[in-house]
């Protein structure tokens, strides 16, 4: 490990500099900490970082990708698939960032696909999992229970965040939480994430008491759930589960806050710890983030548990932009890239007081080096390193984890997963003994990107709105 890496920190934390100043020796310690993950990378890891540039080089390529990784999963019927990637080559043409002979084999593939589709597709779908493995984990059982093996024998803590989180009805809305509900009966699972448009499909804001009462209903029985299962880390101590609400559109954001609040503030959860997501790049987001740290704080002081605020830039824009668009009024979050970091980086200094982050813990959440950076430096300033902890997406990109992981402690990874029947998004934060392991986050992110779904086909081959995981 590059010994300047920890020298920064320990100066940080000793000398604790201006603002100015910490700023640019952020600038400084994002370097050293990409030319250490430089160094540690494998060949492996370098090809899939080469195949990664590629396709963010090529738009249409990308379009591709995402559109077909988030459909070819989702029927099991494989004429379908073969008719839906079809379209997609037709709309989106073949990646140019693919090797030659993966362009050749997807449009063979596509072709004789139509005739005989129970052959051809699940070699393409089989090719496509195993390209996307790093970053888009399988969760069927026997997969899912080896990667949490796995994952926690290195002493990483996980996060499941089921995807497809857009629901038509009442009834899905019920599956999806006993989904939920069952997840967290299994003993490997210690963490997961839900958005309250997961498990409640009649979101109405002019209704917006009526409408938080049924949301408080639904996260009683996965706080209730939590509680009941215990989940027992290595050191033996059993602790509930720990739930996540994550957020999507802008309308969901004071509806999640309210039920959260009031929820946790009934007599039955004050001792149960909870966590939520903010999107810096909503203007909202930091007076909101004051007003829950005011309230956990009259919380504490009361007897209850300590919350989590988990600070993203942000994972709805496209959809805000459109929303916006479509009704002829100001889009909800920033405009600007400049003012999305800036209260990005307002949020982690508030939350990096002393006086707040024991009441309030934080997941710095980016993949960004050089937020990443500024918020290790940040909470070493504070020295609230107890309390803080990194998000981001597993395998997004390959070159940052592991200098983060070995040195610097509270890091946390998050992959979407699939399944042929449900798929969710293992988060990952890494804890071994230099970091305190308090209950976790994510993607982790988290991290855990926008969940709109690509375009979808035509004809027999309409396939359920779906998308990406964040962090």
Known sequence: MNPQIAQRIANTKTNPPSDDALAAEA????ADLLHEAKRQQNSTEKAQQAKIAGMMEDPNGKLMTMALSDQAFRSHDPARIADQIK?????????????????????????????????????????????????????????????????????????????GEAILGEEEARRRLDSYLQLLTRPDVEYISVKISSVFSQINLVDFHGTVEEIKSRLRELYRQAMRYEFVPAEGTAVPKFI????????????????????????????????????????????VQRELTTWAKARVARGGATIKIRIVKGANLAMEKVEASWHDWAQAPYTTKADVDANYKRMLIYGCQPENATAVHLGIASHNLFDLAYG??????????????????????????????RRLGGFSSTPPSSNKK?????????????????????????????????????????FPRGGAAAG
């Not at 600038?27 to 994002?30: K, P, R, S, T, W």
């Not at 902890?389 to 983060?404: H, N, Q, R, S, V």
């Not at 690509?454 to 309409?462: D, E, Y």
């Open 244 to 287: 996540n609400l994550d957020m999507e559109e802008y309308r969901d954001l004071h509806l999640t806050v309210a039920a959260f609040q009031q929820v946790l503030d009934e007599p039955e959860f004050m001792k149960y710890r909870a966590g939520i997501v903010l999107q810096a790049y909503l203007p909202d987001s930091h007076p």
């Open 27 to 30: 600038v400084l310690l994002a």
């Open 87 to 163: 379209h997609l080559l037709a709309e989106h043409g073949v990646p140019k960032y693919f090797a030659n002979w993966e362009q050749i084999a997807l449009q063979l593939g596509s072709m004789v696909g139509q005739y005989i589709p129970q052959l051809v597709v699940p070699f393409i779908v089989a090719k496509l999992r195993a390209e996307t493995k790093s970053v888009i984990l399988p969760s069927e059982e026997k997969e899912l229970r080896s990667y949490l093996q796995e994952r926690r024998a290195t002493g990483t803590r996980l996060n499941l965040n089921q995807l």
């Open 376 to 405: 290790l430096l940040i909470r070493a300033k504070y020295g609230v390193e107890q309390y803080a902890e990194f998000e981001m997406l597993e395998g997004w990109p390959t070159t940052k984890p592991a200098p983060c992981k």
């Open 422 to 462: 449900i798929s969710t998004a293992p988060s990952a934060t890494w804890c071994a003994g230099w970091m305190r392991t308090p209950p976790p986050k994510t993607s982790c992110t988290t991290c855990s990107a926008s969940r709109s779904a690509p375009p979808v086909g035509r004809g027999k081959s309409n």
